[in-house]
């Protein structure tokens, strides 16, 4: 009898061992139609409270029919210290999961490995691109985007040819694969990818307008805009989600002298971007009106556009659709998820008006999708997606972590 409950206790103790090394996720929400790429985080002290000294190379994801899924560690705070080596400065854990119609719940086992996982490939990416005159660009497996740094803005010598432009205003490259093209465009030259050679093409034009996202202050009359991005920095870089900040110094709105930082956060699978911008402006200003914009006009030249805009709908967003002479056509869009403070436009810009407060971060998504791809025939299936979109903001995911 004493060997049977030394060998009881023995063995509620080896479980117990067991059922620490795993933990169980449950993720639940109200919306009732499909969540494609559905991004999942969860906190790593979370992780680490139920899994102790569990190291991001040594961990795997599953689902519920056990397919093991790519996953992401960030460490966005990158000072932060683990003297101990117990795993406890990351930052999330991050993985993705299809929902089907219908299916408001999932659960997700993660757990302690031996062996090291494997590299997953990478469907996100961003880079300081200093040799072209300080781009900066991103992307996922849907679309790519850039926007200009410091060089592209000073003043050309005479007689060197070198571009000059000075804005602040978010550009579009449409894309027909879903691998990494940024590094291959920017390696085959300006002359190459403005041509669609069978990967895709830049054929959006920004100028000094916003582009597709870029900001502004409204002061009920006119917008007023900022320079080239000053700095950049990349918090996080794939394979599921990147996070960068762009920093922009300061410029006039009608005398209230404003700075703003925006942070982008870039997920696999999505057409539109979150965007956080804050905007500080010095003084006693504790509100501003910020116009976030559409180009009106954003079709390569030559292409004779037909453009239709939707009305900015209750649920914040706002689309553009470009149908053009040989390039297809291109949906762009923005989602104001916290609502809107009206519309407003100006020579070259739809713009959608938020309120922001001094210092605090005013969220919005921005994005876009091309005809030639196959996802978006048509405007409404462009509308269709943004509208879904800005349904599954309304609902978001409910995640639960369990020994």
């Known amino acids: 009898m004493k060997f049977l409950r030394l060998f009881l206790c023995l063995s509620a103790s080896a479980l117990a061992v067991v059922a620490a090394e795993r933990a169980t996720v449950t993720v639940t929400h109200e ?3 499909v969540r494609p790429a559905e991004t999942i985080t969860v906190p790593w002290t979370e992780i680490n409270r139920v899994l102790p000294g569990a190291l991001l190379q040594r961990i795997a994801v ?4 056990g397919n093991i899924l790519p996953y992401q560690v960030t460490n966005v705070a990158p000072q932060a210290k683990d003297p101990k080596g117990e795993g406890i400065a990351y930052g999330e854990l991050i993985f993705q999961y299809n929902f089907a119609a219908g299916e408001k719940s999932a659960t997700f086992t993660v757990e302690k490995t031996e062996t090291v996982a494997p590299v997953f490939p990478t469907k996100v990416f961003a880079r300081y691109v200093g040799e072209r005159l300080d781009d900066f660009a991103w992307e996922n497996d849907k679309v790519a985007h850039r926007t200009y740094g410091l ?3 000073a003043p050309a010598a005479p007689g060197s040819g070198k571009e000059v432009l000075v804005t602040s ?3 579009v490259w449409s894309k027909r694969v879903d691998y990494p093209v940024v590094d291959r465009w920017y390696n085959k030259g300006h002359d190459h990818y403005h041509k669609d050679e069978g990967e895709g093409m830049d054929m959006y034009q920004v100028g000094i307008t916003r582009g597709c996202g870029g900001t502004g202050i409204w002061d009920g009359k006119q917008l007023h805009v900022g320079r080239n991005y000053q700095s950049w920095k990349v918090l996080a870089n794939g394979p599921i989600r990147a996070i960068f900040e762009l920093t922009y110094d300061t410029w006039s709105a009608n005398g209230v002298y404003v700075t703003e930082v925006k942070r982008f956060t870039v ?3 999505s057409n ?8 500080t402006a010095a003084g006693n200003v504790k509100e501003l009106t910020v116009g976030i914009g559409l180009n009106k006009n954003p079709a390569d030249r030559g292409q004779e556009p037909v453009i239709a805009l939707s009305p900015v709908a209750a649920d914040g967003s706002f689309t553009q659709w470009v149908v053009q002479k040989s390039n297809g056509a291109l949906g762009t869009a923005l989602i104001a998820p916290d609502g809107f403070a009206g519309f407003a436009e100006d020579e070259r810009n739809h713009l ?3 309120k922001a407060a001094s210092g605090t971060p005013l969220r919005y998504y921005a994005g876009a999708g091309w005809s030639k791809v196959g996802d978006f025939p048509a405007a409404e299936a462009w ?3 943004v509208s879904a979109f800005a349904a599954r903001l309304k609902s978001p995911l409910k995640i639960i972590l369990t020994p």
Request: hydrophobic content about 45%; proline content about 0%; charged content about 25%.
């Open 352 to 354: 959608v008006l938020a």
């Open 62 to 65: 599953t689902d519920a029919r």
């Open 169 to 171: 205003g978010l550009d």
């Open 383 to 385: 509308n269709a997606y």
């Open 272 to 279: 539109l971007d979150r965007i956080d911008s804050t905007f």
């Open 31 to 33: 919306y009732a139609g």
């Open 151 to 153: 060089a592209l803005a």
């Open 267 to 269: 997920d696999a699978g």
